[in-house]
């Protein structure tokens, strides 16, 4: 199993560009999620989805969307990249419940100009 | 709704020394709670976690956490600390929110060891 994968790992963008971060897993984990890591303020969750289809928020979603076609697969899009969305991402994915263990990818080292 | 705080931005210990990454939590039901580790450039690593069995959990590299709902704490101790543990530490719960499950971080604890 390759486990949890991101791509690109180091992206610099210009202010007002647009880009997809990939995440992909092969464990047929029906959550999947994406984070983005600060100084300071810990992981903070951007998007989830609970399975195929089913996408909801987290704690700071602006300026990012989110889609979930099928299981495996669970892009990022920054619509307008911004100096403010200059961060570390990460995608996680896990079995629902509280209980699960989450899985994370190695990162994305995002700097937006 | 479910919250995490890490009492310590940083702690510093010596090589050999115990310790100690405090972690209080709140939450409205029964939560899981993990400690993750993450190494300079590296991604997140599970250190440990409890999900209602023993209130004592025991993680890798000789790291143990203690689950006292009356403190609603979940710290993080080791015995004698190794150069190797110096890296960034998460406290994070789990539970039941609106539409599912939620996770939360802590925003983290800097372990420095000093040789």
């Known amino acids: 199993n390759a486990g949890v994968t991101q791509t690109p790992k180091f992206q610099v963008l210009k202010t007002g560009q647009s880009m997809t971060l990939q995440c992909a897993q092969d464990?047929?984990?029906?959550?999947m999620s994406w984070y983005r890591q600060d100084p300071g303020m810990g992981l903070r969750l951007i998007h989830y989805?609970?399975?195929?289809?089913?996408?909801d928020q987290g704690e700071v979603p602006n300026g990012y969307n989110v889609s979930r076609s099928t299981t495996e697969d669970f892009p990022l899009r920054l619509l307008s990249a911004a100096p403010s969305q200059t961060s570390v991402y990460f995608c996680?994915?896990?079995?629902?419940?509280?209980?699960?263990?989450?899985?994370f990818g190695p990162g994305t080292r995002l700097l937006v100009l | 709704a479910q919250s995490v705080t890490q009492l310590d931005s940083h702690v510093s210990v010596s090589e050999g020394t115990p310790v100690l990454l405090r972690c209080n939590y709140s939450?409205?039901?029964?939560?899981?709670l993990f400690w993750y580790v993450q190494h300079p450039n590296k991604g997140l690593q599970l250190l440990l976690k409890?999900?209602?069995?023993?209130?004592l959990v025991k993680g890798i590299n000789g790291f143990e956490a203690e689950f006292k709902k009356s403190e609603t704490s979940f710290h993080l101790t080791k015995p004698s600390a190794h150069m190797s543990d110096a890296a960034e530490y998460f406290c994070?719960?789990?539970?039941?929110?609106?539409?599912?499950?939620?996770?939360?971080f802590g925003a983290g604890t800097r372990l420095f060891v000093k040789a």
């Open positions: 989805s609970v399975g195929a289809g089913i996408t």
């Open positions: 464990m047929n984990h029906e959550y």
């Open positions: 409890y999900t209602s069995a023993a209130t």
């Open positions: 939450s409205s039901y029964s939560p899981s």
């Open positions: 994070v719960v789990s539970d039941r929110g609106d539409g599912g499950f939620k996770t939360i």
């Open positions: 996680a994915s896990s079995y629902p419940g509280r209980a699960s263990l989450q899985y």
